[in-house]
Protein backbone atom coordinates (compact mmCIF):
# COMPACT_ATOMS: atom_id res chain seq x y z
CA UNK A 1 0.00 0.00 0.00
CA UNK A 2 3.04 2.14 0.36
CA UNK A 3 3.88 4.02 -2.93
CA UNK A 4 7.72 3.93 -3.69
CA UNK A 5 9.86 5.73 -6.78
CA UNK A 6 8.63 1.86 -8.47
CA UNK A 7 5.11 1.42 -7.22
CA UNK A 8 3.05 4.30 -7.82
CA UNK A 9 0.07 3.21 -7.13
CA UNK A 10 -1.41 1.36 -3.97
CA UNK A 11 -2.06 -2.57 -4.70
CA UNK A 12 -4.97 -2.79 -2.19
CA UNK A 13 -6.16 -6.06 -3.97
CA UNK A 14 -3.04 -7.77 -2.98
CA UNK A 15 -2.27 -5.91 0.38
CA UNK A 16 -6.08 -7.26 1.50
CA UNK A 17 -5.21 -10.82 0.83
CA UNK A 18 -2.27 -10.07 2.45
CA UNK A 19 -4.32 -8.61 5.52
CA UNK A 20 -6.86 -11.06 5.56
CA UNK A 21 -4.19 -14.12 5.83
CA UNK A 22 -2.38 -12.25 8.70
CA UNK A 23 -5.55 -11.78 10.35
CA UNK A 24 -6.13 -15.45 10.38
CA UNK A 25 -3.24 -16.42 11.26
CA UNK A 26 -2.79 -14.11 13.92
CA UNK A 27 -6.53 -15.39 15.06
CA UNK A 28 -5.29 -18.95 15.31
CA UNK A 29 -2.66 -18.25 17.47
CA UNK A 30 -4.83 -16.45 19.90
CA UNK A 31 -2.76 -12.92 19.17
CA UNK A 32 -6.20 -11.34 18.81
CA UNK A 33 -5.05 -7.44 19.30
CA UNK A 34 -2.96 -8.20 16.28
CA UNK A 35 -5.54 -10.30 14.47
CA UNK A 36 -7.83 -6.88 15.38
CA UNK A 37 -5.36 -4.33 13.20
CA UNK A 38 -4.94 -6.78 10.50
CA UNK A 39 -8.98 -7.05 10.01
CA UNK A 40 -9.05 -3.25 10.51
CA UNK A 41 -6.46 -2.97 7.79
CA UNK A 42 -8.36 -5.55 5.39
CA UNK A 43 -11.26 -3.67 5.93
CA UNK A 44 -9.99 -0.51 4.34
CA UNK A 45 -8.92 -2.16 1.63
CA UNK A 46 -12.01 -4.14 1.11
CA UNK A 47 -13.65 -0.46 1.10
CA UNK A 48 -10.83 0.78 -1.53
CA UNK A 49 -11.64 -1.62 -3.66
CA UNK A 50 -15.17 -0.61 -3.74
CA UNK A 51 -16.91 -3.56 -1.84
CA UNK A 52 -18.49 -2.24 1.37
CA UNK A 53 -20.13 -5.47 1.84
CA UNK A 54 -16.37 -7.15 2.88
CA UNK A 55 -15.60 -3.92 4.59
CA UNK A 56 -18.16 -4.63 6.67
CA UNK A 57 -17.44 -8.11 7.00
CA UNK A 58 -14.35 -7.60 8.77
CA UNK A 59 -15.29 -4.76 10.75
CA UNK A 60 -17.81 -6.74 12.20
CA UNK A 61 -15.28 -9.49 12.77
CA UNK A 62 -12.46 -6.44 14.39
CA UNK A 63 -15.38 -5.49 16.57
CA UNK A 64 -15.84 -8.92 18.13
CA UNK A 65 -12.42 -9.38 19.22
CA UNK A 66 -12.17 -5.55 20.55
CA UNK A 67 -15.14 -7.36 22.85
CA UNK A 68 -13.02 -10.22 23.44
CA UNK A 69 -10.40 -7.92 24.46
CA UNK A 70 -12.71 -5.80 26.19
CA UNK A 71 -11.80 -2.59 24.28
CA UNK A 72 -15.56 -1.58 24.56
CA UNK A 73 -15.10 2.17 22.81
CA UNK A 74 -13.77 0.01 19.81
CA UNK A 75 -16.46 -2.17 20.15
CA UNK A 76 -18.72 0.65 19.94
CA UNK A 77 -16.59 2.30 16.86
CA UNK A 78 -16.26 -0.82 14.79
CA UNK A 79 -19.57 -1.83 14.51
CA UNK A 80 -20.89 1.73 14.43
CA UNK A 81 -18.62 1.54 11.19
CA UNK A 82 -19.87 -1.86 9.82
CA UNK A 83 -23.77 -0.53 10.72
CA UNK A 84 -22.61 2.69 7.97
CA UNK A 85 -21.11 0.72 5.14
CA UNK A 86 -23.75 -1.93 4.85
CA UNK A 87 -26.52 1.31 5.04
CA UNK A 88 -23.67 1.95 1.64
CA UNK A 89 -25.00 -1.30 0.31
CA UNK A 90 -28.77 -0.24 0.88
CA UNK A 91 -28.96 -3.17 3.50
CA UNK A 92 -31.25 -2.32 6.31
CA UNK A 93 -31.37 -5.05 8.19
CA UNK A 94 -27.52 -6.27 8.98
CA UNK A 95 -27.07 -2.07 9.08
CA UNK A 96 -29.41 -2.69 12.14
CA UNK A 97 -28.13 -6.03 13.49
CA UNK A 98 -24.72 -4.74 13.86
CA UNK A 99 -25.64 -1.64 15.85
CA UNK A 100 -27.76 -4.04 17.75
CA UNK A 101 -24.70 -6.70 18.50
CA UNK A 102 -22.71 -3.62 19.62
CA UNK A 103 -25.83 -2.76 22.24
CA UNK A 104 -25.61 -5.96 23.40
CA UNK A 105 -22.11 -6.11 23.91
CA UNK A 106 -22.02 -2.82 25.99
CA UNK A 107 -25.21 -3.25 27.94
CA UNK A 108 -23.59 -4.03 31.62
CA UNK A 109 -20.58 -1.79 30.69
CA UNK A 110 -22.16 0.93 29.55
CA UNK A 111 -25.32 1.22 29.26
CA UNK A 112 -26.16 4.31 28.00
CA UNK A 113 -24.44 3.61 25.20
CA UNK A 114 -26.52 0.61 24.67
CA UNK A 115 -29.41 2.56 24.87
CA UNK A 116 -28.01 5.15 22.33
CA UNK A 117 -27.37 2.22 19.84
CA UNK A 118 -30.14 0.20 20.11
CA UNK A 119 -32.18 3.49 19.52
CA UNK A 120 -30.26 3.94 16.33
CA UNK A 121 -30.67 0.51 15.49
CA UNK A 122 -34.37 0.81 15.61
CA UNK A 123 -34.76 4.06 13.61
CA UNK A 124 -32.85 2.53 10.64
CA UNK A 125 -35.37 -0.15 10.72
CA UNK A 126 -38.26 2.05 11.06
CA UNK A 127 -37.10 4.11 8.12
CA UNK A 128 -36.63 1.26 5.69
CA UNK A 129 -40.42 0.23 6.59
CA UNK A 130 -38.94 -2.55 8.74
CA UNK A 131 -40.83 -1.80 11.98
CA UNK A 132 -41.83 -5.77 12.49
CA UNK A 133 -38.06 -6.70 12.42
CA UNK A 134 -37.64 -4.10 15.18
CA UNK A 135 -39.48 -5.45 18.18
CA UNK A 136 -36.82 -7.33 20.18
CA UNK A 137 -35.26 -4.14 19.67
CA UNK A 138 -37.72 -2.22 21.53
CA UNK A 139 -37.74 -4.60 24.44
CA UNK A 140 -34.01 -5.17 24.86
CA UNK A 141 -33.83 -0.95 25.31
CA UNK A 142 -36.91 -0.78 27.48
CA UNK A 143 -35.06 -3.69 29.49
CA UNK A 144 -32.05 -1.91 29.70
CA UNK A 145 -34.31 1.31 30.74
CA UNK A 146 -35.42 -0.80 33.32
CA UNK A 147 -32.26 -1.76 34.94
CA UNK A 148 -31.67 1.75 34.83
CA UNK A 149 -34.67 2.41 36.76
CA UNK A 150 -35.78 5.14 34.32
CA UNK A 151 -39.18 3.83 34.16
CA UNK A 152 -40.81 6.66 32.23
CA UNK A 153 -38.18 5.71 29.30
CA UNK A 154 -38.90 2.39 29.77
CA UNK A 155 -42.75 2.74 29.19
CA UNK A 156 -42.16 4.93 26.14
CA UNK A 157 -40.15 2.70 24.59
CA UNK A 158 -42.99 0.07 25.02
CA UNK A 159 -45.12 2.45 23.61
CA UNK A 160 -43.01 3.00 20.23
CA UNK A 161 -42.99 -1.52 20.25
CA UNK A 162 -46.75 -0.81 20.34
CA UNK A 163 -47.23 2.13 17.94
CA UNK A 164 -44.50 -0.03 15.08
CA UNK A 165 -46.69 -3.36 15.45
CA UNK A 166 -49.98 -1.42 14.99
CA UNK A 167 -48.46 -0.99 11.84
CA UNK A 168 -47.39 -4.15 10.91
CA UNK A 169 -50.94 -5.36 12.30
CA UNK A 170 -49.33 -7.86 15.19
CA UNK A 171 -52.31 -7.27 17.08
CA UNK A 172 -50.86 -9.34 20.35
CA UNK A 173 -47.55 -7.56 20.15
CA UNK A 174 -49.65 -4.41 20.36
CA UNK A 175 -51.80 -5.09 23.52
CA UNK A 176 -48.85 -7.00 25.04
CA UNK A 177 -46.79 -3.64 24.68
CA UNK A 178 -49.64 -1.50 26.13
CA UNK A 179 -50.11 -3.25 29.25
CA UNK A 180 -46.64 -3.67 29.69
CA UNK A 181 -45.71 0.47 30.01
CA UNK A 182 -48.56 0.51 32.13
CA UNK A 183 -47.00 -2.01 34.32
CA UNK A 184 -43.87 -0.60 34.26
CA UNK A 185 -45.64 3.11 35.28
CA UNK A 186 -46.95 1.58 38.37
CA UNK A 187 -44.09 -0.16 39.56
CA UNK A 188 -42.24 3.37 39.04
CA UNK A 189 -44.92 5.06 41.34
CA UNK A 190 -46.50 6.90 38.67
CA UNK A 191 -50.51 6.28 38.86
CA UNK A 192 -51.35 9.43 37.19
CA UNK A 193 -49.21 8.10 34.23
CA UNK A 194 -50.93 4.37 34.05
CA UNK A 195 -54.32 5.74 33.70
CA UNK A 196 -53.07 8.05 30.98
CA UNK A 197 -51.57 5.84 29.03
CA UNK A 198 -54.39 3.26 30.08
CA UNK A 199 -56.73 5.90 28.70
CA UNK A 200 -54.59 6.54 25.77
CA UNK A 201 -54.25 3.16 24.52
CA UNK A 202 -58.12 2.41 25.01
CA UNK A 203 -58.76 4.79 22.40
CA UNK A 204 -56.90 1.98 20.07
CA UNK A 205 -60.16 -0.60 18.82
CA UNK A 206 -57.62 -3.53 18.84
CA UNK A 207 -56.58 -3.26 22.87
CA UNK A 208 -60.17 -1.95 24.14
CA UNK A 209 -61.29 -5.63 23.18
CA UNK A 210 -58.02 -7.31 24.55
CA UNK A 211 -57.47 -9.79 27.25
CA UNK A 212 -54.41 -7.13 28.39
CA UNK A 213 -56.88 -3.98 28.55
CA UNK A 214 -59.30 -5.79 31.17
CA UNK A 215 -56.30 -6.44 32.76
CA UNK A 216 -54.94 -3.23 33.40
CA UNK A 217 -58.07 -2.34 34.36
CA UNK A 218 -58.75 -4.47 37.07
CA UNK A 219 -55.07 -3.48 37.94
CA UNK A 220 -55.89 0.46 38.01
CA UNK A 221 -58.97 -0.31 39.36
CA UNK A 222 -57.00 -1.71 42.21
CA UNK A 223 -54.97 0.63 42.91
CA UNK A 224 -57.69 3.44 43.21
CA UNK A 225 -59.80 1.21 45.44
CA UNK A 226 -55.87 0.52 47.63
CA UNK A 227 -57.34 -3.58 47.41
CA UNK A 228 -53.41 -4.68 47.89
CA UNK A 229 -54.68 -8.52 47.38
CA UNK A 230 -56.64 -7.52 44.06
CA UNK A 231 -53.34 -5.79 42.68
CA UNK A 232 -51.20 -9.27 43.39
CA UNK A 233 -54.32 -11.58 42.02
CA UNK A 234 -53.65 -9.88 39.02
CA UNK A 235 -50.01 -9.45 38.54
CA UNK A 236 -49.76 -13.42 39.04
CA UNK A 237 -52.73 -13.69 35.96
CA UNK A 238 -52.08 -15.14 32.80
CA UNK A 239 -52.37 -12.84 31.00
CA UNK A 240 -49.09 -10.92 32.63
CA UNK A 241 -47.53 -14.56 32.87
CA UNK A 242 -47.11 -14.46 29.00
CA UNK A 243 -45.61 -10.78 29.03
CA UNK A 244 -41.51 -10.13 28.87
CA UNK A 245 -39.80 -11.96 31.71
CA UNK A 246 -38.80 -8.42 32.77
CA UNK A 247 -41.96 -7.30 32.83
CA UNK A 248 -43.07 -10.46 34.80
CA UNK A 249 -40.34 -9.73 37.70
CA UNK A 250 -41.74 -6.00 37.85
CA UNK A 251 -45.58 -7.28 38.15
CA UNK A 252 -44.27 -9.64 40.75
CA UNK A 253 -43.49 -7.22 42.88
CA UNK A 254 -46.47 -5.13 42.81
CA UNK A 255 -47.65 -3.05 44.67
CA UNK A 256 -44.65 -1.18 45.73
CA UNK A 257 -44.81 1.43 48.28
CA UNK A 258 -48.04 2.35 50.26
CA UNK A 259 -50.94 2.03 47.64
CA UNK A 260 -53.25 4.40 50.20
CA UNK A 261 -50.73 7.48 49.55
CA UNK A 262 -50.73 6.14 46.16
CA UNK A 263 -54.11 6.83 45.92
CA UNK A 264 -54.36 9.80 47.72
CA UNK A 265 -51.61 11.73 45.32
CA UNK A 266 -53.84 11.26 42.34
CA UNK A 267 -56.21 13.30 43.78
CA UNK A 268 -53.93 16.68 44.16
CA UNK A 269 -53.44 17.53 40.51
CA UNK A 270 -57.44 17.32 39.62
CA UNK A 271 -58.89 20.33 37.42
CA UNK A 272 -61.55 20.98 39.74
CA UNK A 273 -63.61 22.37 36.35
CA UNK A 274 -62.99 18.82 34.69
CA UNK A 275 -65.94 16.62 35.55
CA UNK A 276 -65.13 13.79 33.07
Given at each position: ?????????????????????????????????????ALEKASKGQEMQASPWDAAKHMESAAALAQKLSIWNEVADFYRKAS?????????????????????????????????????????????????????????????????????????????????????????????????????????????????????????????????????????????????????????????????????????????????????????????????
Open positions: TKLTLTRWSADWRGATELYEQAANGFRASNKYEKAKVELYVECGRAQPASDALGKAARALEEVKPDDAIQLYTDACEILEEDGRDQMAFDLYRACANVYIKLEKFADAATFFLRLGVAADKCDATNSQCKAYLSAIIVYLYGHDLKQAEKCYNDCSQIDAFLKSDQNRAASRLLSAYNDGDIEEIKKVASSSTVSNLDHAIIKLARKLPTGDVTAVQMNTGEDLDEDDLT
